[in-house]
């Protein structure tokens, strides 16, 4: 099993500009998840999804969409960048339900918005 | 609004040294506490936590929950240069399944 891949590892932008960070898993998890890590502020919510078709909001969602077609696939989409999105964008997965919520992370997208 | 804090910021010690983390929590509807450490790349998964009073161990590490004063410890022994990383408390506050909310982390440096 790969476990939870996100490409690319690293993406500069011009403010303005739209991009997606693509995030697939091989585990057939229900649950995905999109965080940001900025320093000093841990892990923040952006987007969950509970299943194909089912998204919500996280923490910090202003700026971001995301969509949920496949089991495997959970896009993000930075609609239109700001200096504010420079940060480091981790996707994550786990069962649901389940008795275990140990969320399985991806290696990271680092994103620069200049 | 759910909140977790973790203290200290950051940390330094000498290897050999014991360590405390601590995370305080309110949340509106406690699931689960999930301590992380996160080295260079994703962070990785070390303990959950849903009952009080019962401890966790791997190893070097354990960790315990209090649920009537709402904290978590994550003590570390003999502290070796591999565990210089940054520790990440999370809490699933049952509001969506796996949704979970972070502190702002623990630095911990190792010198040798």
């Known amino acids: 099993n790969a476990g939870v891949t996100q490409t690319p590892k690293f993406q500069v932008l011009k403010t303005g500009q739209s991009m997606t960070l693509q995030c697939a898993q091989d585990m057939n998890h229900e649950y995905m998840s999109w965080y940001r890590q900025d320093p000093g502020m841990g892990l923040r919510l952006i987007h969950y999804s509970v299943g194909a078709g089912i998204t919500d909001q996280g923490e910090v969602p202003n700026g971001y969409n995301v969509s949920r077609s496949t089991t495997e696939d959970f896009p993000l989409r930075l609609l239109s960048a700001a200096p504010s999105q420079t940060s480091v964008y981790f996707c994550a997965s786990s069962y649901w339900p389940s008795g275990s919520y140990e969320q399985y992370f991806g290696p990271g997208t680092r994103l620069t918005v200049t | 609004e759910d909140k977790v804090v973790q203290s200290p910021l950051s940390l330094v010690v000498h290897e050999g040294d014991t360590v405390t983390l601590n995370c305080s929590y309110e949340?509106?509807?406690?699931?689960?506490l999930l301590w992380y450490k996160q080295e260079k790349k994703a962070p990785t998964f070390l303990f959950m936590l849903?009952?009080?009073?019962i401890e966790k161990k791997s190893g070097r590490l354990s960790s315990i929950l209090d649920k009537k004063e709402l904290f978590s410890i994550l003590n570390i022994t003999a502290t070796q240069t591999g565990d210089s990383a940054i520790y990440l408390c999370?809490?699933?506050?049952?509001?969506?399944?796996?949704?979970?909310?972070f502190g702002q982390g623990t630095i911990l440096t190792v010198h040798p």
């Open positions: 999370a809490v699933d506050s049952g509001t969506s399944y796996g949704k979970l909310t």
């Open positions: 949340v509106t509807n406690f699931r689960s």
């Open positions: 849903t009952s009080s009073g």
